[in-house]
């Protein structure tokens, strides 16, 4: 990042900014006196930080968030994470390398709980194939410090208490919107993240907000998307506007998880007819050759027209194959475009397409 302001001439100021007025920033550095910036134009892009109920507070050494997981001296005998959306599996799964014993807990019905119902199965077995534990429909009640464990008391389809070195609180984040001057100027704030309009203006024309701090959905390319388009609009590019139901998800985890667009269960919920192709990666050559044959796609087209509504794949380079989704939802790309799309082979991209003749009766290779 250094090496990128230093290109493209960006200054950097160290310090704690609030809003002065509409074209004044207030910094407040760690050392020395503080001081002003005036800007024709301000965006804010203050970031997100972890969410925290009672009886969950953490305290950096027994009760834990993402930031100290990321930097942890030694790997724990035991851990229990609290919340199994992406950043609690990404955990699980990357201290169940460490010989860790995991403890997964999640309130919903299932892990992932934004993922696809047959998703979020299949990593649940996987899951269970690394001895990571899995507790859903499973609300946590306090956590119990002790010296060296801690014990979280938790009720399910019964009570429980789990006992482990630490444990990792993983319910989410909320937006960084306090002391930031936004009440003084009438910036509206709702549900915790700053109220903006499709180019990411606030109520005060001239001051933006971009990122986290405006709500989901939470992501890193989002985020970036987001300022991308604020910057055009402020230089008078005329920005297209982020259709926010193509911006795909990725999980970062073993077996990877990546989804765009609708769940099969929330497009039979909007009134779509539907069909649906699901193709294993166990069914191509390129997946034995790598030896990484678990998961699979699922596909998911508007009956009527053939339009792609959502795709959902688990297993090795996931991640990576979203993007050929995302880019043909862009597309209004059908069925018919895919099945005559010729892929190459071996690949994995060819999972996709098999699961698309699959939806349509028209598979040769499964």
Known sequence: MEFLFKKYGVTCHPGRGRLADATTVGITPKEGLAYQLRAENI????????????????????????REAMVLPKAPKRLVIIGAGAIGVEFAYFYSVFDTQVTLIEMMPQVLPLEDEEVSR????????????????TRVDRIERQKTQVKVHTT????????????????????????????????????????????????????????????????????????????EHLAGVSPEPLDYGNIPTCVYCHPQVASVGLTE?????????????????????????????????????DASDGRLLGAHIIGDGATDLISEAVVARKLKTTYREFLKTVHPHPTLSEAIAEATALAYGESVNY
């Open 156 to 231: 399910g389809k019964s009570e429980e208490v789990v006992t482990a070195d630490l444990a990792l609180v993983a319910v989410g984040v909320q937006g960084n919107v306090e002391d930031l001057g936004l009440e003084k100027l009438g910036i509206a704030v709702e549900q915790g993240a700053i109220k903006v309009d499709e180019f990411y203006r606030t109520g005060v024309g001239n001051v933006h907000a971009i990122g986290d701090v405006i709500g989901p959905p939470l992501l890193a390319h989002a985020a970036s998307a987001e300022g991308i388009t604020a910057v």
């Open 122 to 137: 299949e990593l649940a077995r996987q899951f269970k194939k690394r001895k990571i534990n899995i507790h859903t429909d």
């Open 265 to 301: 269960k929330g497009a039979r919920e909007a009134g779509y007819e539907v069909k649906v192709g699901k193709f294993p990666f166990r069914a191509l050559g390129k997946s034995w050759a790598a030896g990484k044959i678990d998961g699979f796609v699922k596909v998911i087209y």
């Open 43 to 66: 965006v804010i892009a203050t970031g997100a930080r972890p969410v925290t109920f009672p009886g969950m507070e953490p305290d950096g050494q027994r009760v834990i968030t993402y």
